[in-house]
Every structure is written in structure tokens, then in C-alpha cells.
């Protein structure tokens, strides 16, 4: 079945970086729309950012445009999400997703926590 594990969480200062990976199995990875979606405490779970199946299609939403870059790697089954000047709006569990015949899939979610 389909898995998803998402590592690379943590806490940072404002401004500073963390790189999230999603190692996935169970499907064709390389033949799949992958997204990274965030849910802070109170709030709806939201799309952060997408990528088509060969690299290309990519989407932010707007308060992380130009400052998260989504990326994957088709041949070790991973996708990633770079984010820089991070700012403590961002603070979140961050989950990765992928939509397999209709049905979504999650994984666990990492904790990202940006604080001085």
C-alpha cells in the first residue's frame, strides 16, 4: 500500500532553513503528481506547494512563494521541500500527499516550528 514519511522537521530561528524529505513506496512514484500540505494548530490543513510527476508543474501558495522550492527525485522515490527565511507563520506539521486512484494518501507529518 501506499506510504508516505516525511523527515527533516524541527525548530529554527526566524530567517533560517530546513529541508523536508518524503521517502514514498507502495506506487509508481515517478508517475504521480506529488504536494506538501501544512496544518497549524486552529486552522484548516493547507496546500503548500506541488510538483508534476517529471519535475516540472510546480505551485506555491502565495505566502510561500519565492521562498519554499518543491523538488523531487524519481529515482530514490522522494520529493522535498526547501524552505527558506522561514518566519513563525510557517510553524506547522507538514505532510506530504499523493492522490493514487482517487484516493489520498498522508504521511505522518513532521513538526516544523519556527521561534526564537
Known amino acids: 500500500q501506499v506510504q508516505l514519511v516525511e523527515s527533516g522537521g524541527g525548530l529554527v530561528q526566524p530567517g533560517g532553513s530546513l529541508r523536508l524529505s518524503c521517502a514514498a513506496s507502495?506506487?509508481?512514484?515517478?508517475?504521480?503528481?506529488m504536494s506538501w500540505y501544512r496544518q497549524a494548530p486552529g486552522k484548516q490543513r493547507e496546500l503548500v506547494a506541488a510538483i508534476g510527476s517529471a519535475g516540472g508543474g510546480t505551485n506555491y501558495a502565495d505566502s510561500v512563494k519565492g521562498r519554499f522550492t518543491i523538488s523531487r527525485d524519481n529515482a530514490n522515490n522522494t520529493v522535498y521541500l526547501q524552505m527558506n527565511s522561514l518566519k513563525p507563520e510557517d510553524t506547522a506539521v507538514y505532510y506530504c500527499?499523493?492522490?493514487?486512484?482517487?484516493?489520498?494518501?498522508w504521511g505522518q507529518g513532521t513538526q516544523v516550528t519556527v521561534s526564537n
Open positions: 507502495g506506487f509508481a512514484f515517478s508517475l504521480y503528481r
Open positions: 500527499s499523493v492522490r493514487v486512484l482517487g484516493v489520498f494518501s
